[in-house]
């Protein structure tokens, strides 16, 4: 029988209500880069977890290079030689590169104090043999995602972990910086360590993994070579049926506009500006897509479009008339919906129902509220059924279900379908298929372009460039907190989205890139 | 998720205990009973423990609800009105807590409210011209409203400066007590502790009620508290503003979000709030007293309201019987020590049962955790 580095053997876990995991088996070559590919909800991340010791396993084995182990708590783990990098970095903010790396098992002199010099010369060492290039001495609060990254893989390499298992590390990532990981994942292959890729993302499992296990609602479904596998068998796999990954839509035929913001400046919340005199318009008929990595102003543009923060300066215009001081409720009745980007903090009430969520922007007026004030239950149960019906949500005790209750792509559905109901003329959608399932994605999608196709503006903010491009008549790319250039959805290129997403001009970017060709011809 | 593999899967054993945990807790009124028979479970292995017989325990708080000495086999209907006499200030004041708590606010200033609902009550009953009827609905009204603004400015100060509505609802409540006993002993002819006596157009003794329960201490005021009940099911369930209120209680982020106004929400709930605490206020002092009182401590019905608002789980309802529990202890301790049993018995009952109530929150912070867990489990990763 083959000795491998891990070998997790019918692994169980159930959570109340979920089989997270149902016997699963999980088989990793020493030195191969294994890709485990699944749906939210496919129990990967309980699989990873379980191996990493923060869960336990409700039954099954786990083998390390042959052995039997139990892997109580992460410092198991960590002594078996797994490394583990989240998808959010735990890292502290006030320290180096080389005092995070180093903590928790500081070198020590002879005299007890921590010894930062030999701890940076080994760091440094780590980051030239893996191609890992960062500074020890930056510190974390002013690297870049990207950075802050690989000194989350120093630090498992600096444990002396030869397995390591990389959480969904494209997540926050510019496609330039996905391409620098890339060329990590490799190199540490080639250097002779195991890696355990989690991602749902084809692309990357065709760039480098060797193998690749797909899990289904808790199970294995299988384990195949990818390079005998082609993307569309992958994510057939993952979903149990043919997926189509292009959105049907016809070419948009833009009107008049509908939201203009000007000279833009908000404040976020540790008071810089998050959003600097921001200019951007979205017409009548056209879904305009604001790409950007996380935090560069998205969400601050988002709450101060809708109404909850105030800008600072600037104004923002719907319709024509000026809305920069107008409440949210005004907002609403204006023609404005926004489908927020967390659903739990600012889409959904979770411990009310699922009427009462239904009703969350329209209670207070006819027909959902009668002239003395008092609530029309019957009306507001009315609305829920026929949402419920209309958006094809699944609720096991319709209206009167509380929202927590529901799963995460039906509240998902839920929002959408409360604010598409209020008919507006501006929708501004962030987010919207954040952890959802490859369904309910296909979903949304529809429904956002058919609202367009209704003469509708939409903005969609998102940080997956996928779902950006598939979807907008018109990109922007927004880099901390400007505009840094505007793109027709046709002329758009992942390559020149993702330099202008990390705050290169576009034609910056088209000289760089024609100037690259040109060089390789000479 | 996974839910058709669970079907042919076996739950491990540990999650049973759990799976107890979530049925009793799922459910508000279940769990509120259970905590209430723990607190007399508890508290009759207490008296077991000091050697006195608990069937004496019973047999008081028997007589408290229901009149009947079974020891002596006598039956007087005027225990039953004390005991609703002695709920009514303590219904009224978990209201006032419960209407804030729905609302996402720590009202602890219901005992500064029913000061300055008292002392206003007194005011108007010492002063307001005495017509019959008019002159003691006004001072309940005034006094409802003079402690609406003491407790709307709470809310005003948490939506204007973000200011904790915990700490300046504790300051205040030294304020109201210092500032009650200032003006009332400036009345002519007060002493240190009573002012003149009121009139009786002032107050809330109602005939017929003594008539009926036997010359007890039962009033118009248990008739506010019934109504205040009922106002307040209906505010809370009914209107749209208690929408707004229990959206912004529940989720704040959301509630504003969705154009509910959150800063009008915290200083309508602390007003209301303030309100049902006044009307406690005016109750005691105009039902239970014939003079105006020069308070010398605090009368600790605003602080009891906490309790009875946790017991009854905030709803109007639930206030009101758990108002009536606590005050069945209240008014069986004296029945109790001529039993021999300590009257402390009831302050430990009542203690427990908060103890318990508030180890519910444990139970659900912990069922919380756990399902995050799952939810983690099932969407941790993004899709």
């Known amino acids: ?522 | 998720m996974a839910e058709k593999g669970l079907k042919d899967y076996k739950a491990p054993k540990k999650l049973d205990a759990y799976r107890l945990l979530e049925v009793f807790t799922a459910s508000d009124g279940r769990m509120s009973i259970l905590v209430v028979l723990l607190g007399f479970l508890a508290g009759t292995i207490i008296v077991l423990a000091v050697g006195r017989n608990p069937g004496n325990m019973f047999a008081a708080l028997m007589q408290a609800m229901t009149g009947w000495d079974l020891t002596r086999g006598v039956w007087n209907i005027r225990y039953v009105g004390e005991w609703l006499a002695l709920s009514t200030p303590l219904i009224l004041t978990g209201l006032s807590m419960g209407f804030a708590a729905r609302a996402g606010l720590f009202n602890i200033g219901a005992e500064g409210q029913y000061i300055v609902g008292l002392t206003i009550a007194q005011f108007g009953a010492l002063y307001l011209p005495q017509i019959p009827v008019l002159h003691v609905v006004l001072c309940v009204l005034l006094a409802a409203m003079g402690a609406a603004i003491w407790g709307g400015i709470v809310g005003w100060l948490k939506a204007r400066f973000n200011a904790s509505e915990v700490v300046a609802t504790i300051m205040l409540n030294y304020v109201a007590f210092y500032l009650s006993r200032w003006v009332t002993m400036a009345i002519p002819g007060a002493n240190t502790y009573k002012t003149p006596n009121l009139p009786q157009s002032a107050q809330l003794d109602a005939g017929f009620l003594q008539l009926f329960t036997n010359g007890s201490n039962l009033n118009y005021g248990f008739f506010i508290a019934l109504l205040s009940v009922l106002a307040y099911w209906w505010i809370m369930e009914r209107t749209r503003l208690g929408f707004s209120l229990r959206a912004t209680g529940l989720n704040r982020d959301a509630a504003q979000a969705s154009g509910i106004n959150a800063n009008r929400s915290a200083v309508v709930s602390m007003a209301v709030a303030g309100a049902f605490a006044g009307l406690a206020g005016a109750v005691v002092a105009l039902g239970s007293f014939n003079f105006g009182r020069v308070l010398s401590g605090l009368d600790n019905y605003g602080f009891s309201g906490i309790a009875v608002a946790l017991v009854g789980n905030s709803t109007g309802m639930g206030i009101g019987l758990s108002g009536l529990l606590f005050g069945l202890l209240a008014s069986g301790q004296p029945l109790m020590q001529s039993r021999g049993i300590p009257k402390e018995i009831t302050l430990i009952i009542s203690g427990l049962v908060v103890v318990f109530v508030s180890l519910r929150a444990g139970v659900r912070m912990f069922i919380a955790w756990r399902r995050r867990l799952s939810v983690a489990a099932a969407e941790a990763l993004d899709a």
């Open chain 1, 1 to 522: 029988m083959e000795t491998y580095a891990v070998d997790m053997i019918d692994i169980s876990k159930a959570f109340p209500g979920i089989l997270a995991n149902d016997k699963v088996r999980l088989s990793v070559r020493s030195g191969e880069v294994h890709a485990v590919l699944g749906e939210n909800g496919a129990g990967k991340s309980t699989l990873m977890s379980v191996l990493y010791g923060l869960y336990e396993a409700d039954s099954g084995t786990i083998r390390i290079r042959g052995a039997d182990v139990t892997i109580r708590n992460p410092n198991d783990a960590v002594a078996q030689g797994i490394g583990m990098v989240f998808q959010h970095f735990k890292l502290v903010h006030d320290y180096t590169v080389a005092q995070n790396i180093i903590l928790g098992m500081e070198p020590r002199t002879r005299f007890g104090h921590i010894d930062l010099k030999s701890a940076e010369r080994r760091v440094t060492e780590l980051s030239s043999r893996y191609g890992l290039i960062v500074d020890p001495k930056a510190r974390i609060e002013d690297l870049g995602v990207g950075a802050q990254q690989r000194v989350e893989i120093l630090k498992t390499l600096y444990r002396e972990a030869d397995i390591l298992i990389l959480d969904e590390p494209s997540a926050v990532l510019t496609p330039q910086e996905v391409d620098e990981l890339m060329a990590v994942i490799r190199r540490l292959k080639a250097e002779g360590k195991t890696v355990i890729l989690i991602t749902h993302k084809l692309r990357e499992i065709k760039a480098v993994a060797d193998r690749c296990t797909v899990l289904r609602r808790g199970k294995t479904v299988a384990t195949v070579d990818v390079a005998s596998t082609g993307e569309d068998e992958l994510a057939a796999l993952m979903v149990g049926r043919a997926v189509n990954f292009t959105v049907d839509k016809k070419p948009g035929t833009p009107g008049k506009p509908v939201l203009e913001i000007r000279g833009l400046t908000v404040k976020g919340s540790r008071g810089h500006e998050a959003v600097k005199d921001l200019s951007l318009s979205v017409c009548a008929g056209e879904i305009v897509g604001l790409a950007g990595v996380d935090g560069n102003g998205q969400s601050e543009l988002v709450r101060a479009l809708a109404g909850i923060d105030k800008p600072s300066a600037g104004s923002v215009f719907l319709n024509g008339s000026d809305i920069t001081r107008t409440s949210v409720r005004e907002r609403t009745e204006l023609g404005l919906a926004h489908v927020p980007e967390d659903r739990h903090k600012h889409g959904l009430v979770l411990g009310m129902r699922l009427d009462e969520n239904l009703a969350l922007k329209t209670f207070y007026k006819a027909p959902l509220s009668k002239k003395s004030g008092a609530l029309d239950f019957k009306a507001i149960a009315a609305k829920a059924e026929r949402l419920i019906k209309q958006f094809d949500l699944r609720a096991g005790k319709g209206p009167a279900s509380k929202a927590e209750d529901l799963s995460g792509g039906n509240q998902q559905k839920a929002i959408i379908a409360r604010e598409l109901d209020l008919s507006p003329d501006l929708l501004i959608v962030s987010q919207p298929t954040r952890g959802l399932d490859v369904g309910a994605i296909e979903y949304i999608h529809r429904r956002i372009v058919a609202e367009r196709d209704k003469g509708r503006a939409v903005l969609l903010v998102s940080f997956e460039l996928d779902e950006v491009m598939a979807l907008c008549d018109r990109i922007a790319a927004i880099s901390r907190g400007a505009i840094i250039g505007e793109l027709q959805g046709d002329e758009a290129d992942e390559r020149l989205v993702g330099a202008m997403m990390a705050g290169m001009k576009g034609e910056d970017y088209k000289k760089a890139a024609a100037a690259g060709k040109e060089a390789r011809r000479g």
